[in-house]
């Protein structure tokens, strides 16, 4: 697979330690079990910080620590790195897959308007995970974002006027970008994207709808 559009160092620094919320760390997860160079330099940043913790001073703790640090091992894993595990060859890559299940034929879709159809993962905190299906050749609506948007494409591939992705490539969209991808004419595009804010779409109708579609 050739990729050409990789997360940035800060992303896989920040996916190594866990310090990422569930739905960025998803993505980053997902795209790292596609890219061998995100992959080699995650590793990396992650040995890195095991030899940080192992060449720290010691310090005393308090009575209590033990029984913390096991309530925090039994807490739901929010922050921490999505764990990859093996799983069927799938569209899905295998960390969806344990959102999702692995067969694309079972997500349920639904209708966003223009034939884009999404579906919205249950993630913790205020970011948004959804899967998107866009239509071979066609746009999905122009659009900015309040804040960071991590596209990963799984199937076909979309251009904007910051260029084309292809399969297992990632696209960071800062909020000052407002882009319109559209999806190659020959195959229908299916990719994963998180905001961690509301898009802001740009005609009054799209605003109008978009508290009803959730998008
Ligand atoms: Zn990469």
Known sequence: ????????????????AGSLPEAYSLIAAAHISMCD????AATAYEALGGAVIDDGDSAALCQDSLAKTFARISAPALGLPVVVTPKAPSVLPAPLQD??????????WRNVGMGVRQCVLKTKGSQTARLLHI????????????????????????????????VGDVEVADQSVEHTPVADPDM??????????????????????QPFFGI
Do not use: W
């Open 135 to 166: 239509p071979a050749g066609t746009a999905v609506p122009d659009h900015g974002h309040g804040g960071l948007e991590l596209t990963l494409v799984l199937k076909g591939a979309f251009s904007d006027k910051t260029g084309r992705f292809g």
């Open 37 to 40: 160079d995100c992959r080699a």
């Open 99 to 108: 959102y999702l299940g692995a067969r694309l034929e079972d997500v349920k």
């Open 188 to 209: 229908d595009c299916i990719c994963l994207a998180v905001t961690d804010a509301p898009l802001r779409f740009k005609s009054f109708l799209q605003r109008a709808l």
């Open 1 to 16: 697979m050739s990729i050409n559009h990789h997360l940035s160092e800060g992303l896989i620094l920040a996916y190594a």
